[in-house]
């Protein structure tokens, strides 16, 4: 588990790269590299206010696994109003 001031999501990621998506520190906010067709989905979902889960790594790697999960919470009054 990662806490950030901030997220980038920067939909250039190539599907030739070999990657789902990468994600990296930067500053004290995290950075995620995500494909054209995953972003729109991420679009589709903060529309619709629905969790979404991207997977980060190689497209052929086995074990170890990372994920960004983007989720909803019901009581807004004890999140960052910034």
Known sequence: VTGASFVVFNGALKTSSGFLAKSSIVEDGLMVQI???TMESLRQ???NKKDF???CGKVDAEGLTEYVDICWVENEEKTNKG
Do not use: D, G, Q, S
């Open 45 to 47: 979902a903060l529309r």
């Open 53 to 55: 889960k991207i997977t």
């Open 35 to 37: 494909t054209p067709e």
